[in-house]
């Protein structure tokens, strides 16, 4: 019986140390600030925050759109961070380019002291379908702290992401998030002007 028995256990064992050889490695993304055209310098002081993303999305694994009713998790694709504060961080970091001031911090506490305005974002969906394309639809608020005058948005934003890559996807969203600050910046130089 153990004579029997030897082989198997052996055999085992090397499909277990097989197994373990082949995993493949987890790779890591993050968003990025997309450099847009520099605003006129300013003193502004705007705070981004807080970002709310679909309960979906929100881990470390890529959720990639296999079809219209279909996702599938990449357990071997991860962002480096939690996706809203990836999110906060892009978004304030191109915000100080837009609006030439270096007073933008990404922050998910409700009240700030010394802020002129606040950025809130919901973001409602963040697709992500490599070879294809990044999509992010989001409701956005922007608050003036000094009276509490409120400018409400909503960008829609579709970027190609042709390349089947996860290095392509993330850059795609990137671009998505500088529209998305775009339109931001936009409301804060609204609120600002002399005629509100």
């Not at 085992?12 to 373990?20: I, N, Q, S, T, V």
């Not at 915000?95 to 001031?101: E, I, K, P």
Request: with cysteine; hydrophobic share 50%; glycine share 6%.
């Amino acid at each position: 019986m153990r004579r029997a028995a030897a082989p198997l256990v052996a055999c085992a064992l090397a499909l277990l140390l097989a197994g373990c050889g082949s995993t493949p490695s987890s790779r890591f993304y993050t968003l990025s600030a997309v450099p847009p055209p520099a605003g006129a310098p300013s003193m502004l002081a705007v705070v981004v925050g807080p970002v709310t993303i679909p309960a979906a999305v929100d881990r470390p694994e890529i959720v990639v759109a296999v079809g219209p009713n279909e996702v599938r998790l990449d357990e071997f694709n991860r962002w480096v961070s939690p996706l809203a504060s990836n999110i906060a961080r892009v978004v304030a970091e191109n915000l100080v380019a837009l609006l030439g001031t270096p007073r933008v911090a990404a922050s998910s506490i409700t009240l700030s002291a010394d802020a002129d305005y606040r950025a809130v974002i919901e973001v409602q969906r963040f697709e992500t379908a490599p070879g294809d394309a990044a999509t992010l639809d989001a409701v956005w608020s922007v608050r003036r702290f000094r009276d509490g005058k409120v400018q409400i948005g909503r960008t829609t934003a579709r970027e190609p992401a042709p390349d089947k890559g996860y290095d392509g996807v993330a850059a795609a969203h990137s671009r998505a998030l500088a529209r998305l600050s775009q339109d931001i910046a936009a409301a804060v130089r609204a609120l600002d002007s002399p005629a509100r």
